[in-house]
């Protein structure tokens, strides 16, 4: 059961880092990040990733696994040398703790620094957002403050840039300037940059709803992006001592998601025992496509249900695991019954 385990981890872990890759470079091809940035983003996101892809390999190794001893007629020669089946299952029963403690460790401890400092890249790396080198002709949505940039045309020979619209958007705040040229002053300190604007309009809303629009010869604005924003409070970086003492819907939903991870990597663990008990010379893959529906089910349930304790409709998100843990109670009882 390990060595399916351990292949399926490396395989699923590949095709994450693929798909990550994938996607920061599309964002690195707009020139919103550089290499390292893609890199360190691409390596967070993997680790974030696996306090769901374990349970998942976790999953399919034990299918895999017990469905070779079972097609292979092995588990009929051990009940013949008189070995139970629950001696067979010590050893799984151990690599599945194993598995759900260091998911939860994952969870609790690896997860909200993963995206501490995942949320403080993406702002370092939009930060050094340089409008001499952004894409011209397409717009630039950053994540950070709610930034959008676009530059219809720039001159080759110098930093002059033609149909400029810059927008900052945070909380009720919204500012939005555009002109019809401007030219980047970068200074020797990297908060000193400047750009001065020509024939600019401006639009600023406050946060009492007080509107301001304003059209100006000459407009001489920080550049949006070459200081960091303070990432502030996010749900998914708090510390789980703080989501303990927390009562908004948020970071409620974001603790028991946490805590629900390890006990999702021994529930799928359980249901892999009796999915694995396959007929001899079925196959050990004849049950790959129930286990993949149950998974995908189960998963949406508990996507769903974590939707609604964010949105204060449902107090816990516990709905889910324990239909789970219902399910494999039945079909443990009706194998027991039947003498599967």
Same mark, same amino acid.
Request: glycine share 8%.
């Given at each position: 059961?390990?060595?399916?385990?351990?292949?399926?981890?490396?395989?699923?872990?590949?095709?994450?880092?693929?798909?990550?890759?994938?996607?920061y470079l599309s964002e690195a091809n707009e020139g919103v990040l550089n290499a390292d940035s893609v890199f360190r983003l691409t390596g967070l996101k993997s680790l974030i990733a696996l306090e769901v892809l374990l349970p998942i390999a976790l999953y399919i190794g034990f299918i895999v696994g017990l469905g070779r001893l079972y097609?292979?007629?092995?588990?009929?020669?051990?009940?013949?040398?008189?070995?139970?089946?629950?001696?067979?299952?010590?050893?799984?029963?151990?690599?599945?703790?194993?598995?759900?403690?260091?998911?939860?460790?994952?969870?609790?401890?690896?997860?909200?620094?993963?995206?501490?400092?995942? &949320?403080? /890249?993406? +702002?370092? %790396?939009? #930060?050094?957002?340089?409008?001499?080198?952004? $894409?011209?002709? =397409?717009?630039?949505?950053?994540?950070?403050?709610?930034?959008?940039?676009?530059?219809?045309?720039?001159?080759?020979?110098?930093?002059?840039?033609?149909?400029?619209?810059?927008?900052?958007?945070?909380?009720?705040?919204?500012?939005?300037?555009?002109?019809?040229?401007?030219?980047?002053?970068?200074?020797?300190?990297?908060?000193?940059?400047?750009?001065?604007?020509?024939?600019?309009?401006?639009?600023?809303?406050?946060?009492?709803?007080?509107?301001?629009?304003?059209?100006?010869?000459?407009?001489?604005?920080?550049?949006?992006?070459?200081?960091?924003?303070?990432?502030? &409070?996010? /749900?998914? +970086?708090? %510390?789980? #001592?703080?989501?303990?003492?927390?009562?908004? $819907?948020?970071? =409620?939903?974001?603790?028991?998601?946490?805590?629900?991870?390890?006990?999702?990597?021994?529930?799928?663990?359980?249901?892999?025992?009796?999915?694995?008990?396959?007929?001899?010379?079925?196959?050990?893959?004849?049950?790959?496509?129930?286990?993949?529906?149950?998974?995908?089910?189960?998963?949406?349930?508990?996507?769903?249900?974590?939707?609604?304790?964010?949105?204060?409709?449902?107090?816990?998100?516990?709905?889910?695991?324990?239909?789970?843990?219902?399910?494999?109670?039945?079909?443990?009882?009706?194998?027991?019954?039947?003498?599967?």
């Amino acid at each position: 059961m390990t060595r399916p385990f351990l292949a399926v981890s490396l395989l699923l872990v590949s095709v994450f880092i693929a798909y990550s890759l994938a996607r920061y470079l599309s964002e690195a091809n707009e020139g919103v990040l550089n290499a390292d940035s893609v890199f360190r983003l691409t390596g967070l996101k993997s680790l974030i990733a696996l306090e769901v892809l374990l349970p998942i390999a976790l999953y399919i190794g034990f299918i895999v696994g017990l469905g070779r001893l079972y097609s292979d007629w092995e588990v009929v020669a051990f009940r013949a040398s008189g070995i139970s089946e629950l001696r067979l299952m010590l050893p799984a029963l151990f690599v599945a703790a194993l598995v759900a403690i260091a998911t939860s460790f994952l969870s609790l401890v690896i997860r909200p620094w993963a995206y501490t400092q995942l &949320y403080d /890249t993406e +702002a370092q %790396a939009e #930060a050094g957002t340089d409008l001499t080198t952004l $894409p011209t002709g =397409q717009f630039h949505a950053l994540a950070s403050g709610g930034r959008t940039v676009f530059v219809g045309e720039r001159d080759a020979d110098d930093a002059e840039m033609h149909r400029v619209f810059l927008r900052r958007g945070k909380g009720e705040e919204l500012e939005v300037v555009s002109a019809t040229s401007g030219e980047l002053h970068e200074a020797a300190q990297g908060d000193d940059h400047t750009l001065e604007l020509k024939n600019a309009v401006i639009y600023k809303q406050g946060k009492d709803g007080r509107e301001m629009l304003a059209a100006l010869g000459e407009l001489t604005v920080k550049v949006p992006g070459f200081e960091p924003d303070e990432v502030g &409070y996010k /749900t998914k +970086a708090a %510390a789980t #001592a703080d989501l303990l003492h927390s009562e908004e $819907p948020k970071d =409620q939903a974001e603790l028991q998601w946490r805590l629900s991870n390890a006990v999702s990597a021994l529930l799928l663990a359980g249901v892999a025992l009796p999915l694995g008990r396959t007929r001899p010379r079925s196959g050990r893959y004849a049950r790959i496509i129930i286990a993949a529906v149950i998974y995908a089910v189960y998963y949406n349930v508990l996507g769903i249900v974590r939707s609604g304790v964010e949105q204060g409709s449902l107090e816990h998100l516990w709905w889910a695991p324990l239909g789970l843990a219902a399910l494999l109670a039945t079909v443990l009882l009706l194998q027991r019954r039947v003498g599967i």
